[in-house]
Each structure stands twice: as C-alpha cells, then as structure tokens.
C-alpha cells in the first residue's frame, strides 16, 4: 500500500528504543524465530505477552534500560514519501492511519477508545508485562497496551518462512497488532485461550486478523493512503499464509497437529483478513461465534 506523499507524519507518534540497553534477565530463549515455534508460536504475529505473566522476573515494567535514544524517526519521518522510502516511517504511517480509522469506527460504542503506544526496539525491550528479546517477534502488551515490534522481524519473515514480503505484509503485521489492542478495549482479548484449531486462541487470533482486513478495506478514507493494488493485497495475504499453525507445523516438525494451534490454519488466516478487506465492517469479525 502506497502512502500519499504529502501527508505529514508525526514521529512524536511512535516511541524509538533501538538502541537501548534493556537491564535484567528477561526472556533468554535464543536466537531467530526458530525459537518460537518451540514455545509454540505463542507470541508471533499476535502474541499477548500478558498472556505469560512476570516474565523475567521483572514485572512492573522493570528497567526501562539506558544507553543511547534513536532519533532516526525524529529526523527522518516527515511526509508520505518518507513511508514510501523507509521501514520505520512506514510503521509509523501506518500506525497514523489506524488510529483514524479505529476512532472513526468506535464511534458511538459505549467503549471508549484510546490510542496504543507503538514501540521500535531493537535486540530486547522491557514492558509491563515483562522483558522479551525479539525473538518473540511482534507482540501486544495488555498490561500497559503496546505494541512492540523489532523491525528486524520483516527480514526474518522473509529469510527464515519464506514469505514474499513487501509494504503491505508489514503494514499488516501492525494492524494485526492493532487489533489486538482493540480487542482489548472491547473485551475480546480474553475472550478465549483453549488451543486447537476451533479453540478460544484460534479465534481471538482470526479476529485480529479480521480487524486488520477491516482497516485495510477502509485505510483510504483515513486519508493517509493511496488505493490497494492487488499486488499489495497479495503481500498480506501471503504474510497470513506462512505464519499458519499448519505450515509452521509441516516446517518444523514434519507432521501438523491441529489440537495445538494457537494463531489457525494459513487457510484460516488467509480467509479472516479477507473477510475484513472485504466486508470492510468490524461487526463482521465475530469470530467466537462464526463456523472458523
């Protein structure tokens, strides 16, 4: 998806940790994404760190680290162009443009809405609900409602899941994430945490998938972005398609175990994102009660 080159970005918007040193043990769980399918995908593409408690040891949002501030996004991410141009200012672009959206559709809710805080980091980071290193790739707090993402986890997608990537694909990714966040002030994040491939997790997971269809079939209107190309639709939905249960299983492991998935089926996802690209209405993302 291509961002309007006039628009102008706020880089205030997204808080920039790379760089910075996070104290503490936190997670040590190595390194790459390979890590995470041992965990069982818990955390990638959707994961809610919450859902692990104290990690660490820390808590509390322990040892926010030291060491040097990024002001890439500060010097950099000025206008649509820069998006066009640059990863980071994409993310913030895009995580602009959902913010319009989301207030625009939670209009007349009787829940209020609120913006998440969005954080770039690099290596690891600590959060209320814990430290992680970014081999859990991108994930939502609840505790302190963050998104945090390692930019580094695009190149990973690519390199180590074969994904065809692309603007869209990470534009994706955030508004997956971002839907988390609205799950949670809508009171479906814990809706459901049973595993298997009609389970509570399963479900929350489509959902968010869902959520990001919704934004991507309205982000036009948010005035940020030009018109989907079905080159850029295809870069999500390929996203959603190597980071199914099933696939990741078949990699790994050689066999797929459907009473273990936690985020669905490539087929799965693939069918909720559409659903909300299409139908282009939240309502429609009631996954708890649809046949998934």
């Known amino acids: 998806m291509t961002f309007r080159r006039d628009v102008n970005l706020d880089p205030g918007r997204v808080q920039d940790r790379r760089g910075r040193r996070v104290r503490g043990g936190g997670i040590a769980i190595g390194g790459g994404l390979g890590s995470l399918v041992i965990l069982g995908i818990i955390l990638l593409l959707g994961g809610n760190l919450g859902d692990l408690g104290d990690i660490g040891g820390l808590g509390g949002g322990a040892g926010q ?4 501030l990024s002001s890439e996004l500060a010097s950099s991410c000025r206008t649509g162009e820069d998006a066009n141009d640059r990863r980071d200012c994409r993310i913030l672009a895009t995580v602009q443009s959902l913010d319009v959206y989301w ?6 809710s009787d829940r209020a809405f609120a913006q998440p805080e969005v954080v770039l980091f690099s290596d690891g980071v600590s959060t209320q609900c814990g430290s992680a290193t970014s081999a859990v790739g991108p994930f939502y707090c609840p505790v302190d409602q963050t998104i945090y993402l390692d930019l580094g986890f695009f190149d990973q997608l690519e390199s180590q899941f074969g994904a065809e990537g692309g603007p869209f694909a990470e534009e994706y990714v955030v508004a997956h994430e971002y839907g988390h966040h609205m799950q949670n002030l809508l009171g479906f994040l814990d809706a459901g945490r049973d595993a298997g ?3 509570g997790a399963v479900r929350t997971e489509l959902q968010a998938d869902c959520f990001a269809g919704t934004w991507g079939g309205n982000a036009v209107e948010t005035g940020y972005l030009e018109p989907l190309t079905q080159e850029q639709i295809n870069q999500a939905l390929d996203a959603a398609s190597v980071i199914g249960d099933d696939r990741i299983q078949e990699q790994t492991q050689g066999q797929v175990n459907r009473e273990t998935w936690t985020h669905g089926s490539s087929e799965q996802r693939q069918e909720w994102f559409s659903t909300g690209l299409e139908r282009r209405d939240p309502n429609a993302c009631n996954t708890f009660d649809a046949d998934i």
């Open 65 to 68: 680290g030291n060491g040097p």
């Open 103 to 108: 207030e625009g559709a939670m209009r007349g």
């Open 197 to 199: 491939a009609e389970g």
